[in-house]
């Protein structure tokens, strides 16, 4: 393992650049950062709210997932974990951002009449177009039912299509684009759909909760976040509090769990020449680590 910096708030959303850096986000900063191979950590753009998950588009720019901004519990000087929605929410959206000059612009913050809540995490198909998920906000008392969203990255269209779900988080897709895993963080679920079209899943009948398959609900309880997936087609999975990433084929209760040194492990990513090098945001201590994979990560779709 190597650790190749420290200097982070709490990142989220990593992004293997072909020049052997990383693109990442630092949510209590609000920032896209770009993180050299010897540790140099860069901004490319200041991102107000709450920049959460983050995935290069077709046109070489980050998209970017805005949760609208969270209160931050402060444990000791510099280390951070999330709370409730902020005072000043007033709603995600997706932006995107342009690399080469650091400009922000908003792509979408609401769905026909209903406003975007809390933006979380996305995917990008080969076509162009982009999953997301929105979390939803949790307040002192209550919390938002989330949701899976499709939507074109000119800004053209939006759809909500998987409703119903309860904080969902980390989103992937197989490698040949056929299906859809979404985790969700508090029920510990990951749930797969078969993808029928741009926008459009199969769904489950009752008594599946939102239509999905169930795919992983290992023992004991696991808080999913954010997701990877292998050329081979296995999913890896950031789990909070289990201080590891967890490698799932798709045996509901059985995992192997890959142990790292963070309390919150919130997402990975593969790079590298033969994509085997893991990428995961250790966000509890605010660092960016690198290791060695056993088998290759699958290519996004859309790379920079």
């Not at 932006?95 to 809390?118: A, N, P, W």
């Not at 988080?169 to 510990?188: F, R």
């Amino acid at each position: 393992m190597r650790i190749l910096t420290s200097d982070l708030s709490f990142p989220e959303g990593p992004i293997a650049v072909s020049d052997g850096s990383v693109i990442l986000v630092d949510i209590v900063t609000q920032s896209l950062l770009r993180v050299t191979p010897d540790g140099e950590v860069q901004l490319i753009a200041k991102v107000p709210g709450g920049p959460n998950g983050a995935a290069p588009g077709p046109d070489g720019k980050i998209y970017v997932c805005n949760n609208g901004g969270m209160e931050w519990i402060e444990e000791r000087p510099g280390r951070f974990r999330p709370s409730v929605q902020s005072q000043d929410y007033s709603g995600g959206s997706i932006d995107v951002v342009d690399i080469s000059t650091g400009s922000v612009k908003h792509l979408y913050d609401r769905c026909g009449e209903h406003r975007l809540r809390g933006p979380n995490d996305l995917v990008f198909d080969k076509d162009g177009g982009f999953w997301f998920t929105d979390m939803g906000k949790r307040r002192a008392r209550d919390m938002d039912i989330g949701a899976v969203y499709w939507a074109a990255c000119d800004g053209s269209e939006i759809k909500a299509v998987i409703t119903n779900l309860i904080t969902p988080n980390g989103i992937a897709l197989s490698p040949d684009g056929k299906t859809l895993y979404v985790a969700e963080t508090i029920p510990g679920r990951i749930w797969s759909f078969q993808i029928t079209g741009p926008g459009a899943v199969r769904k489950a009948p009752w008594p599946s909760p939102a239509g999905g398959l169930l795919f992983a609900a290992p023992g004991g309880y696991v808080r999913f976040d954010g997701l990877a997936v292998s050329a081979s087609g296995t999913v890896y999975a950031a789990a909070l509090d289990r201080c590891a990433v967890l490698e799932l084929s798709g045996d509901l209760r059985n995992c192997v769990i890959h142990s790292m040194p963070d309390l919150l492990v919130t997402n990975l990513c593969f790079g590298g020449p033969d994509m085997q090098t893991c990428y995961a945001t250790l966000s509890h201590e605010g660092r960016l680590a690198a290791f060695a994979w056993h088998e290759p990560g699958l290519r996004l779709n859309h790379g920079i």
